[in-house]
């Protein structure tokens, strides 16, 4: 065997291999003392979840014992957020939140930094500005994207 075959071989074998570990899922005794106190809700059924779930819960764990007491509020305050959307709210998020993962990298980056550009300004200009696109038409607001889309083709 070639070395090319050979590291192609050991590529394929490390993805399958991590393919399974994944299959696989989290063993309850595998997660970490503090990531089992903070899902000890999900204990007694921890067996009967599908594996990727188990990867996302103790994904998600770890992310919140590594937040700050701020952070972690801050995301107290969305999930209030998300609770209190409707169904339909929820949907619309979650197609929005598909769309943006579906852009090109470059058009991601720029949507983020015109977000913080955004929310940068003072808390008057912002709410000016989000009350005169909240009175724009549709044809406004299609003019308006139109305008940016040529801008940037520039």
Same mark, same amino acid.
């Given at each position: 065997?070639s070395?090319? $075959? =050979? ?9 399958? %291999?991590?393919? %399974?570990?994944?299959?696989? %899922? ?10 089992r106190? #903070? ?14 779930? !188990?990867?996302? #819960?103790?994904r %998600?764990?770890? +992310? ?15 999930? +209030?957020?998300?609770?209190g ?6 949907a619309?998020? &979650? ?6 993962? $579906? #852009?090109?990298?470059?058009? &991601?980056?720029r949507?983020?930094?015109?977000? !913080?550009?955004?929310? =940068?300004?003072?808390?008057e ?18 003019? #308006?994207? +139109?305008?940016r889309? +040529?801008?940037l083709?520039?």
């Open positions: 065997m070395k090319a $075959s =050979n590291r192609c071989a050991l590529l394929l074998a490390a993805l399958l %291999g991590a393919a %399974g570990a994944a299959a696989d %899922g989290v063993a309850w005794e595998d997660l970490s003392e503090a990531q106190a #903070l899902l000890r809700g999900q204990e007694e059924r921890w067996d009967e979840l599908e594996p990727a779930r !188990q990867e996302a #819960l103790a %998600g764990a770890q +992310r919140w014992l590594e937040m700050t007491p701020a952070e972690r509020e801050q995301a107290r305050g969305r999930f +209030r957020m998300w609770q959307l409707s169904d339909a709210e929820r619309a998020l &979650r197609e929005r939140y598909r769309q943006f993962r $579906s #852009l090109p990298p470059a058009e &991601r980056m949507l983020r930094r015109t977000y !913080q550009r955004f929310m =940068n300004l003072p808390p200009r912002r709410q000016e500005l989000r009350r005169r696109f909240l009175e724009m038409s549709v044809e406004q607001r299609e003019e #308006l994207r +139109r305008q889309e +040529r801008r083709q520039r």
